[in-house]
């Protein structure tokens, strides 16, 4: 194989559960379709952790073909939080619960032991840039975009001229923590939706699964006695199973994704009077669903986005494709821009 050619970017997406990794070689995009998956041990502490992901390097340059030599950045994405230049927050998080993790300097560790320059994003902004790119390909440095991922909290990235907004502190494009209106959002007598941040009526706390479990799915079950979901003897478990529902369309599980949807349009709505954006791209297991309900969700989501009608012309709605490859693939893209500059 090639190992005299020019040079290429690793990119490093650092999970819960799983690293995944990628090549990306300028001239011919990533050099591995899928996943190629490696356990993260995360739980096990730092120490251990950046082993892993040494070792996932390795792996995949020897799996890719590519030389060590010709690598010339290396993109890490982790989940947050973690500050601009990936510091794991000293309160520590649900991927980073280990006491080792608190203040522990994610980049600089994993940079000395690669000896190789490590450019940090969190696992949203890395989506994002990786939306935006497949979205806009060569022309992405002329375009900007908001992208909004549902999962667990609600989290996305925004990108301008081609590059993630990463802010004074690096908590830029914390979209889930941005205040939405709940006049005409909220249905009769719901209440005011709490989240984990503090803060009542954020996008979060309406368009995230943690939104469902602890406000929407509350509510919902007591405007429809008798719903199935409502014996299952546990609110997070039912949580999970909304989706499903909302596929087969039942009316209940209908009525909480429509407020999710109407929580991204407002937060949308918002964007389009900040940075009016190219294109707004929505992620995360409430797309990734049967057709029917994926379009259905994203009509909901355009429905609820208030456009000036030039932006409407100007702007486009997307989903985030390859979700799960989108953390390494953006990481990468990350690097690649940074090696294009040095
Ligand atoms: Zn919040």
């Given amino acids: 194989m090639d190992s005299q050619g020019s040079w290429v970017v690793v990119g490093l997406d650092n999970g819960g559960n799983k690293n995944n990794a990628t090549v990306l070689d300028p001239g011919k995009g990533c050099l591995v379709d899928g996943m190629v998956e490696t356990p993260s041990r995360v739980t096990e502490g730092p120490e251990v952790a950046v082993r892993e992901l040494v070792q996932a ?141 503090g803060f009542d009526g954020d996008a979060e706390s309406v368009a995230s699964l943690t939104g469902i479990e602890k406000n929407l799915l509350p509510y919902w079950l007591t405007r429809f006695p008798g719903h199935e979901l409502g014996k299952t003897g546990s609110l997070a478990k039912a949580s999970k199973l909304v989706r499903s529902y909302g596929e087969k369309g039942d009316p209940m599980a209908r009525h909480i994704f429509e407020q999710q949807a109407m929580a991204i349009g407002r937060l949308f709505t918002i964007a389009a009077n900040f940075t009016d954006p190219s294109a707004y791209f929505v992620g995360g297991g409430v797309v990734e669903t049967a057709p029917e309900f994926r379009e259905w969700f994203m009509g909901k989501v355009r429905e609820n986005t208030i456009l000036r009608e030039e932006q409407a012309r100007a702007a486009r709605f997307a989903l985030v494709p390859d979700l799960d490859m989108a953390g390494a693939r953006g990481a990468a893209l990350a690097a690649l821009e940074h090696a294009s500059r040095a």
């Fill in 57 to 197: 390097f390795d792996d995949i340059l020897k799996r890719t073909g590519v030389a060590r030599e010709r690598v010339r950045a290396v993109g890490l994405d982790t989940p947050g939080p973690a500050s601009a230049n990936g510091v794991i927050s000293s309160k520590g998080s649900t991927n980073f619960a280990h006491d080792g993790w608190a203040g522990f300097d994610f980049r600089a560790a994993l940079e000395a032991r690669l000896q190789l320059p490590v450019i940090y994003n969190n696992d949203g902004n890395a989506a994002a840039l990786y939306a935006h790119h497949v979205c806009f390909g060569a022309d992405a440095p002329c375009h900007s975009s908001v992208s909004a991922i549902v999962g667990t909290g609600l989290g996305g990235g925004v990108i301008e001229a081609g590059r993630i907004i990463k802010g004074a502190a690096g908590m830029a494009g914390e979209l889930g923590h941005v205040h939405i209106p709940m006049q005409g959002l909220l249905a009769e007598g719901q209440p005011v939706p709490h989240c984990n941040c």
